[in-house]
C-alpha cells in the first residue's frame, strides 16, 4: 500500500516550464500516479479546505505573501508553483482539476486499487463508478 499526499505530490513531480498549460502538469500527475499503482494499492489523500481550523488560519497568514488568484482550468497556462502551492484558491483549483481528470481516465488505473479522499473525507474507489 501507498499513501500519496496529493499536495505533496507536486513538489516531487517536476513542474512543466513557463508557458506550458495545465493539461501538462495533469498528464505528469497521472504517470506518476500510474506508476505507483503498477507498485501497489494507493491511497491519494487530498486536502479537505475546513474553514476555522487551525490550517486554514496557517493558509491565511500565507496570503499576505502570495495572493493572486488565477482561473485555473486544463486548458490554461500553468502558473509557477510557488503561486499554486501557496494561495489556497489556486490550490483548491488544481485539486478539483486533478480529480476530475482522475474520473475521465479512472479505467486506466485498474491494474491495482486506487482510493481516494477529497471534499468527501471519506474514501472512495473512483474505478468503480464513485466519485471523490
Not at 496529493?6 to 513531480?13: L, Y
Not at 493539461?23 to 479537505?48: G, I, P
Not at 482522475?102 to 481516494?116: N, P, V
Amino acid at each position: 500500500m501507498i499513501v500519496l499526499d496529493k499536495c505533496a505530490v507536486p513538489s516531487v513531480i517536476p513542474w512543466p516550464p513557463t508557458g506550458s498549460s495545465v493539461q501538462e502538469f495533469l498528464d505528469r500527475f497521472q504517470n506518476y500516479l500510474y506508476k505507483r499503482l503498477l507498485q501497489a494499492d494507493v491511497f491519494l489523500v487530498f486536502n479537505c479546505y475546513v474553514q476555522s481550523s487551525t490550517k486554514d488560519a496557517t493558509r491565511t497568514s500565507r496570503k499576505n505573501k502570495s495572493s493572486r488568484v488565477y482561473t485555473i482550468t486544463s486548458t490554461t497556462r500553468l502558473p509557477a508553483q510557488s503561486v499554486v502551492l501557496t494561495v489556497s484558491k489556486n490550490k483548491v483549483q488544481l485539486i478539483d482539476i486533478i480529480v476530475s481528470n482522475l474520473r475521465l481516465y479512472a479505467d486506466e488505473f485498474q491494474t491495482k486499487r486506487l482510493i481516494g479522499t477529497g471534499k468527501n473525507p471519506f474514501p472512495t474507489k473512483p474505478y468503480q463508478g464513485q466519485t471523490f
